[in-house]
């Protein structure tokens, strides 16, 4: 059932992969490996022909080398060739992969909307580059099972009779190998949870940075993060283990066993070179095939993962605030919404009900982590409620937060970003930066990036790009956290004379004037 469930998977995610060509891909990695198969049995033939005289059986190709033995460094240069040329398309292969399940998956968690900021971040970053690794493993295994069948045909043709006894002793393997792929497979999935869990921590960490300091908890909080870490160590060496003794064993075992035979059992007296390097050659890539199937393994709850995200977008839309023109006196009404993470079992509203009204200044207050920041995705339509519905008098929204998006271009592109459909002269851009003191020389084509400008500048360059949207609905989430006192008074200007409803998340609330003040608390109880 569980093979059944995997290529099932497999088969359901491979349909969501933009990389063309993908069955070409696989074909071409597969006749590297014949190429490069054939021609490894063909060196060890040559070697065993030339130092003993001895090959099983009679092949004219290595008569004709041997008797032009200038071809033999060309036989060893495509051999090694061709074996790079695959090893560059496998690369090029999980590459592209990673490149395409990355958009897949930023999009995917986009239109879900129950991701939270660390999940999403250990989805895009730690799932998708696993599963990515996980088309790599498989492509190897392929490989790997064609070399097996080259290298075994070989041995059948060389001497079935000692191929069989080897095979016996072969197949006596398999049970350490089922054992060792179980061990993997168990730190795998702890794993995934760990690595899953420290994310969010650092998540936590850097969001409060500023109470750690206040409150000098840091070294309480890096001990804890130390102690997450070294956690991790443990299970990743014990993985780490399991695996390099999973894809060793068999080369060891079987070599082991034939020292033994060797020694004792006078039927492998008459071994020829050829038939033991064909046997070195299968040990070894029967020890890649169990290194293929350990890495398989580790990256399957990785899979899970992602196909569980897809198919629950399955019936999903992309998802928008309902607009609606029956709202009368309110900007915004949130009725009956339950909402709560993805994996988690704690809702963060439920049943929530409330009116904002039309050209009102909210401001919403309590303690970090009580869903101050879940409210404002949910109201902006980046969260999507589990039941319950949001409307909203108009689409026209604008956005500042404490951590404001500047990207490497010039301070006008920073300024109109999203706002193509408007057209803004550089008077007016001009304008603004005068008045938000943002630069002492305002030059519109001057480059900056979210390094070359202070947090304050960054901020200030966010509340321009809203101002200039000329909203209906402002939403704020720690606006004015980077601003000295007298931009907060300037600001508080602007919003004061401001013509439309603003949704206020702040933990200095005596920094505005404004209608009504919200203690998160009284909602979510």
Not at 210 to 215: C, Q, T
Not at 351 to 357: C, D, H, T
Not at 406 to 410: G, L
Not at 501 to 519: A, C, G, M, S
């Given at each position: 059932m569980?093979v059944?469930n ?22 071409i990695?597969?006749?590297?490996v ?9 060196i060890?033939l ?14 004219w190709i ?10 033999f460094?060309?036989v060893?240069?495509l ?7 695959d ?6 292969f ?35 580059g696993?599963?990515?690794y ?5 492509i ?12 075994f045909?070989f ?9 069989f006894l ?5 197949l ?9 792929i ?9 794993s995934?949870?760990?690595n899953k869990k ?21 070294n ?5 993060f ?11 060496t014990k993985?780490?283990i399991?695996?390099?003794v999973n ?21 492998l ?12 050659r299968l ?15 580790n990256?399957r709850?990785h899979?899970?993962?992602?196909t ?10 992309d ?6 023109s ?9 009725s009956?919404?339950?909402?709560k993470?993805?994996?988690?079992e704690?809702?963060?509203f ?18 970090n ?7 404002m ?9 589990n039941?319950?519905?949001i ?9 500042v937060?404490?951590?404001?998006l ?5 301070v006008?592109?920073n ?18 930066l ?7 020389e305002?030059?519109?084509d001057?480059?900056i ?24 609905i ?16 300037y600001?508080?200007t ?32």
């Open positions: 569980k059944l995997f290529f099932s998977e497999l088969n359901f995610l491979s349909q969501f992969s933009n990389l063309k060509f993908k069955k070409t891909r696989l074909i990695s597969v006749f590297f014949n190429l490069s198969a054939g021609l490894d049995i063909l060890i040559i070697f065993s022909k030339f130092f003993s005289d001895q090959i099983s059986g009679d092949y290595v008569e004709t080398i041997l008797s032009n033995l200038y071809l460094p060309l060893v240069f051999r090694f060739t061709f074996f790079y040329l090893k560059l398309n496998q690369i090029n999980k590459e592209s992969i990673n490149k395409d399940l990355k958009v897949f998956t930023l999009k995917e968690l986009y239109l879900n909307g129950r991701y939270s900021l660390s999940d999403t971040f250990f989805y895009v970053n730690n799932v998708s696993h599963v990515s996980f088309y790599s493993s498989l190897q295994l392929i490989n790997s099972l064609v070399l097996f069948l080259i290298y045909s041995l059948v043709f060389a001497d079935i009779e000692l191929l080897m095979s016996i002793i072969g006596l393997l398999f049970l350490p190998t089922r054992f060792l179980k061990k993997s497979s168990k730190y795998a999935d702890i995934y949870t760990t420290i994310v969010g921590e650092i998540q936590r960490i850097i969001d409060n940075l500023l109470l750690i300091k206040v409150l000098k908890t840091n309480k909080e890096f001990e804890g130390e102690k997450s870490l070294k956690y991790l160590k443990i299970i990743e993985n780490q399991v695996k390099d894809a060793s064993f068999p080369n060891f075992s079987i070599t082991l066993i034939l020292s033994f035979l060797i020694a004792f059992v006078s039927i007296k008459s071994l020829t070179l050829d038939f033991l390097g064909g046997v070195i040990v070894q890539t029967v020890g890649q095939i169990n290194s293929s199937l350990t890495s398989l393994v990256s709850v899979l899970e993962k992602l569980k995200l897809i198919k629950s977008n399955e019936s999903n839309t998802y928008e605030i309902k607009i609606s029956t709202l009368d006196s309110n900007a915004l009404k949130i009956g919404v339950d909402f993470y993805n994996d988690s704690y809702f963060i439920k049943n929530l009900k409330f009116e904002f009204q039309k050209n009102k200044h909210y401001v919403i207050v309590g303690p982590g009580t869903g101050k920041s879940t409210l995705g949910l109201v902006s339509g980046v969260l999507r409620p039941i319950g519905a409307e909203s008098h108009s689409d026209n929204f604008a956005y937060g404490a951590n404001s500047i990207f490497e271009d010039s006008k592109e300024l109109v970003y999203g706002l193509a459909e408007k057209e803004f002269d550089n008077k007016t851009l001009k304008e603004y005068d008045s938000f003191k943002v630069f002492e305002n030059n519109l001057r480059l990036d979210n390094h070359s400008v202070s947090s304050g500048q960054s901020q200030k360059i966010s509340y321009i790009r809203a101002l200039l949207k000329e909203p209906e402002l939403l704020l989430d720690e606006s004015t956290s980077n601003l000295d006192e007298e931009s907060k008074i600001i508080n602007l919003l004061n004379n401001f013509s439309g409803t603003i949704i206020n998340v702040t933990h200095n609330p005596e920094d505005f004037d404004y209608d009504l003040k919200i203690n998160i608390g009284d909602l979510t109880s």
